[in-house]
């Protein structure tokens, strides 16, 4: 069914009055129910689960998934299914919207954990108790919705502007309720289906879930005389590793060192292959090719010269060469130059971002008065949000002042640099359904580290503040659409992202200690686990090499390591301004290119063979209508979903199954 919306010329001459009215009496759909109980149930538990995988993703790849999609599908199935059986009635259109409100808020949750307060324990050394977190990601996510309420009448209602993103979900919605259901329920089995047969493999390659099913359950350690789990191993070249040291066979080296101490391994990780389906080939091609020049290249010359080299820790122990320490050591300094000027540059090349932004803050056309507002009784009151920002905002600077050391003076002046760039990104958000989140944190990391070199946490937290209200700003912002082109209720989506911070940060913050803190054997946590060969915390390195920079500027480095930082930031200009003048046509992107240097090449790897079988799919069925093109083209999110979901919740109990059995 065609969504009711106005055309261009309705949207250029309305006043913002005539426009409520005209959505109050053809849109908005008041006597359908929306946030019921089972929605907001339904919502807060698949928010959960999803804000997990998408944490484990993050780790793994520094990228955070959207569980939007996701979550109207299987909200869908859900209830669909349950229907049919006659013991309740089906989800109603406004009913699944607000259970992705939920999830979705969720999902957003996860951006801190494994950017800015990851960076600052790395760089402090210091573990931040489990309930500052929760304090912390509640108060700030909260300034993020109310900020965005009171845009939502600019943005949406007045200006009517595009949100890509959330006019897709609005789009995917309404096909799903109105005739579309059978397109519906195969996307819901491809994902119900790929997440299961991932799993499988996934449980298979568990240390942790073949050692309880194998010494727990069938006692094998005892009939068997097993010592340690049969599993199948997922860096699969293992085998011919083990088989060389017994029959003495060719180990592969580069200017004689062991490439398995570079990190080129050949690893067959599901979930990667689901997000390189999801990041595109371009991008994945980027990361592959980052990695091989660093780590088949660089690296072993910079081990030759001794600009990379073991050393004895404080402890006494040996650190040998591996590839968390060509990262640490050398190639994070390139990387995040040519992240950084990538992102920058690509930031700065759209001035209409800034221009229509302050453009739209400085003009009104004529919105509705409260007297005359014919939205006043469904709406978020203006004044909750004027008065919550700022006590919120107050409160943010509290906490960051008494849990991480940062001045009133600089948590106070942050503020209205936070706020300019979230006006920023939530408009580039409506235009491009791009959210420069990267690029303006680093401008508040180098601003506030202009004026305060000494504490890193003076940089990293109000850029943390910076990321978090900016990305849940404007994400909340793409999620709201879909409701306004649906008729839903602006109140109970404002109540639903608030039940959606609350299951997102129940889920996440004892996830992130379970998986990036594990206790050692003396029960104590460090924060040096937090980067570890399967989680490689690629945005938390970055955030780290940011803050390192500005606190110790270029003197400690190799001159090497100055050198490449140089070369980088030219070729990312270089990279940038081609892309830009090509239209997107040329091939590389200079920031995937910095993430393949911080991300294990073995992952790089399993990337791009997914986004290269979907790119293949796509060219060999591009006709509509075939059974092929409805699996890999239009379903092709739905199995990205299920490679990354199946693999993502086997592991994170693989992680938990490890801590209960020792």
């Keep these: ?48 689960i999803l804000s997990a995988t998408a944490l484990y993703i993050a780790g793994k ?67 931040v108790p489990w309930w500052q977190l ?22 949406i209602n007045e200006d009517q502007l595009p949100f890509p993103e959330g006019r897709a979900a609005g789009v995917v919605l309404d096909a799903l309720y109105s005739g579309e259901a059978a397109a519906g329920m195969l996307r819901a089995k491809l994902l119900a289906l790929t997440a299961v047969f991932t799993g499988l493999y996934q449980f298979v390659s568990s240390d942790g879930w073949m050692r309880l099913l194998q010494f727990k359950l069938l006692r094998m350690d005892t009939w068997a005389g097993l010592v340690e789990p049969w599993h199948w191993q997922e860096r699969f070249d293992q085998y011919y590793y083990d088989a060389a040291g017994r029959l003495n066979l060719w180990i592969p080296k580069i200017l004689g060192i062991d490439i398995r101490q570079l990190g080129l391994r050949l690893t067959l990780d599901a979930a990667m ?53 060509i990262v640490n050591q050398w190639s994070l300094w390139w990387a995040v130059t040519m992240m950084v000027v990538g992102a920058l540059i690509g930031l700065f090349a759209k001035p209409e971002i800034f221009t229509k932004a302050f453009a739209m803050l400085a003009t009104k056309k004529g919105p509705a008065t409260p007297a005359a507002d014919p939205l006043r009784h469904i709406e978020v009151p203006l004044w909750v949000s004027f008065a919550g920002v700022p006590i919120l905002s107050i409160a943010g600077a509290a906490i960051t002042h008494a849990f991480f050391g940062v001045s009133w003076f600089l948590s106070l002046i942050s503020l209205p640099l936070i706020f300019l760039l979230t006006v920023i990104c939530t408009n580039s958000m409506a235009l491009t359904s791009w959210t420069p989140v990267g690029a303006l944190s680093k401008i508040t990391q180098f601003s506030m580290g202009a004026i305060d070199r000494v504490n890193p946490a003076t940089n990293l937290l109000p850029a943390t503040m910076t990321a978090e209200i900016a990305s849940n700003a404007s994400n909340l912002l793409s999620d709201i659409k879909p409701g306004y082109m649906l008729g839903a209720k602006p109140r109970q989506q404002a109540v639903g992202h608030f039940i959606g911070i609350l299951a997102g940060t129940l889920a996440t913050v004892p996830l992130f200690f379970l998986l990036f803190l594990p ?69 590389l992107s200079a920031v995937s290119i910095g993430l393949g240097v911080v991300l294990p090449p073995e992952s790089c790897l399993a990337m791009w063979v997914g986004a290269m079988v979907f790119w293949r799919q796509a060219r060999t069925n591009p006709a509509p209508g075939t059974r092929a093109h409805a699996i890999w083209i239009e379903g092709y999110e739905s199995i990205c979903a299920g490679l990354i979901s199946g693999a993502a919740l086997v592991g994170i109990g693989n992680a938990i199954v490890n801590v209960l059995i020792g």
């Design 134 to 155: 929760m304090i912390f990601n509640v108060v700030i996510s909260s300034v993020g919705v109310l900020v965005a309420f009171p845009m939502k009448r600019r943005f």
């Design 273 to 325: 292959l689901g997000v390189g389906g999801l990041m595109g080939v371009r991008v994945a091609t980027s990361v592959l090719l980052g990695a091989l020049v660093n780590f088949a290249v660089l690296a072993p010359i910079m081990i030759q010269r001794g600009d990379i080299r073991a050393y004895t820790a404080p402890d006494g122990t040996l650190v040998a060469i591996s590839r968390p320490e």
């Design 61 to 127: 790849t520094g990228i955070s998934i959207g569980v939007g999609l996701t979550s109207v599908i299987l909200a869908f199935a859900i209830y669909r299914i349950l229907s049919r059986t006659g013991l309740i009635g089906d989800f109603t259109i406004l009913e699944n919207n607000c259970t992705q409100s939920i999830a979705t808020a969720s999902g957003y949750m996860v951006t801190p954990m494994v950017a800015g307060l990851a960076a600052y324990m790395m760089v402090t050394g210091t573990i």
């Design 519 to 587: 206790p050692g054997p003396d029960g104590a946590r460090s924060p040096s686990t937090i980067v570890s060969e399967q989680f490689a915390m690629p945005a938390a390195v970055q955030w780290k090499g940011v803050a390192d920079l500005i606190t110790n500027g270029l003197s400690q480095l190799p001159s090497s390591a100055v050198i490449s930082m140089i070369v980088a930031a030219i070729l990312a200009a270089v990279f940038e301004v081609a892309r830009i003048r090509t239209k997107g046509r040329f091939p």
């Design 1 to 48: 069914m065609a969504l009711n919306q106005l055309n261009d010329e309705q949207i250029a001459t309305w006043t913002r009055l005539e426009k409520d009215t005209w959505w109050l009496e053809n849109v908005y759909r008041g006597e359908m129910p929306q946030l019921t109980v089972r929605a907001a149930i339904t919502g807060f538990l698949l928010g959960g």
